[in-house]
Every structure is written in structure tokens, then in C-alpha cells.
Nanobody
Framework: QVQLVESGGGLVQAGGSLRLSCTVS????????MGWYRQAPGKQRELVAT???????NYADSVKGRFFIARDQAWSTVYLQMTSLKPDDTAVYYC?????????WGQGTQVTVSS
């Protein structure tokens, strides 16, 4: 099985930036996509951004132009650079990896944006 370890969350003021990282526990040549989701209190988990095998990216409308996703060539780490953060971005952020064996999730990292 693949394990995901996230880091980089924290408390930041509105307008600030944070970078999240997610490291995969072992190399897996069947990984086809990596991404980030988030869940705010009382809300459903939602997609934030994904990156596929051809480095094509997909973003939620609410973060376009502010958040940027990237992965390394080895598919071992995926990053989420978050800029111009807003209080509405406050949530637990989860890393997500899709492999030939299924979909794996990280444990989540809290991001809190103060106004």
C-alpha cells in the first residue's frame, strides 16, 4: 500500500501564502494522478487541484490564479503553493494519489486563514 505524509499547514493571515507538500512512501509506477482536496467544518470534501501524467492540471474555480499544483518527476512528492489566501480557504487539506490499485489519502493538514 501507498502511504502519504503531508506537511506545511498552519495559521496565516489573509493575503499570505503557504506551501503544502505530500510525500509518497514508496515509488509506484502505476500512479496516474496526484491532487489536493479540502474539507471545511460542516462542508463536504471538495477538489482543490489535481495534476496528471502529462502534467495537465485542474483547479477548482475558487482557487484558480491563486493556488498552483506541481509534482516532481519521480511522482514522489506533490506540492500545493497557495497564495492570496482568504478566510474561506480555511480547511483541512488532504493529499490524494490515484494508482493502479486504488485511491489513497493522506491524514490531512490544517490550514487556517485569519481575517
Amino acid at each position: 500500500q501507498v502511504q502519504l505524509v503531508e506537511s506545511g499547514g498552519g495559521l496565516v493571515q489573509a493575503g499570505g501564502s503557504l506551501r503544502l507538500s505530500c510525500t509518497v512512501s514508496r515509488r509506484d509506477s502505476s500512479i496516474s494522478a496526484m491532487g489536493w482536496y479540502r474539507q471545511a467544518p460542516g462542508k463536504q470534501r471538495e477538489l482543490v487541484a489535481t495534476v496528471g501524467r502529462t502534467t495537465n492540471t485542474n483547479y477548482a474555480d475558487s482557487v484558480k490564479g491563486r493556488f498552483f499544483i506541481a509534482r516532481d518527476q519521480a511522482w514522489s512528492t506533490v506540492y500545493l503553493q497557495m497564495t492570496s489566501l482568504k478566510p474561506d480557504d480555511t480547511a483541512v487539506y488532504y493529499c490524494n494519489v490515484r494508482t493502479g490499485d486504488g485511491v489513497y489519502w493522506g491524514q490531512g493538514t490544517q490550514v487556517t486563514v485569519s481575517s
